[in-house]
């Protein structure tokens, strides 16, 4: 027991995973005929951890296309759409420091997988899939062997090898250098007299 040792680090302490599908119910200012099509836009969202939880808030645009005055004219109404989600988180280790350092991935941006006219014929009901990925940064204890003498892994290594083609070229430029240096006069004498 003497020869462990225990280090605190930052890691990923727990991890939390959601898929949603919601039905949001889209009122347009006139009654509508036919819907031409729908999309959702401008998704901002915030996270915080809650306990065990993480819950994000957002918000997104959502616009529908669609004919009215018995298809005759169209329109585009757009509605902003607040939601509040709950992840649960799920721990592998119970030795966790508690930390609020939450990191989110949006799997899926919010999507529209169906929209159609209500039964009374005034509204859109729209279905709304979005997914989140959580993972939860904390401190946590990790338990290392100490060695009382020096220890470190062996090092391989392999030994580089001149060719012999460079080395030669380097001399044979080195000497033709020298040489031509050494068949080089200069004789500054007449400029002193």
């Known amino acids: ?12 302490v727990a991890k939390g995973k959601k898929r949603v599908e919601a039905s ?20 901002h969202y915030t996270a915080k951890k809650v306990g065990k939880h993480v819950e994000i808030t957002g918000k997104f645009d959502v616009n529908v296309w669609f004919a009215h005055n018995s298809n005759t004219k169209t329109a585009v109404h757009s509605e902003t759409v607040h939601y509040k989600d709950r992840i649960k988180l ?10 609020n350092d939450c990191h989110v991935r949006v799997m899926q941006q919010p999507n529209c997988i169906e929209a159609v006219i209500n039964q009374n014929g005034d509204c859109f009901d729209v279905v709304i899939e979005r997914e989140f990925v959580v993972d939860v940064v904390g ?26 083609s460079s080395s030669s070229s380097s001399s044979s430029s080195s000497s033709s250098s020298s040489s031509s240096s050494d068949n080089f006069k200069f004789d500054d004498s007449s400029s002193y007299n």
């Open 24 to 43: 949001e119910v889209i009122r347009p200012s006139s009654t509508p005929t036919s819907i031409l099509g729908c999309w959702v836009i401008n998704h």
């Open 139 to 164: 401190e946590t204890k990790v338990v290392v062997s100490v060695h009382e003498v020096d220890y470190e892994e062996e090092w391989r290594y392999e030994e580089e090898e001149e060719s012999s």
């Open 1 to 12: 027991m003497k020869r462990l040792r225990q280090i605190v680090t930052k890691a990923v």
């Open 90 to 99: 799920h721990y592998r280790d119970q030795d966790v420091i508690d930390s």
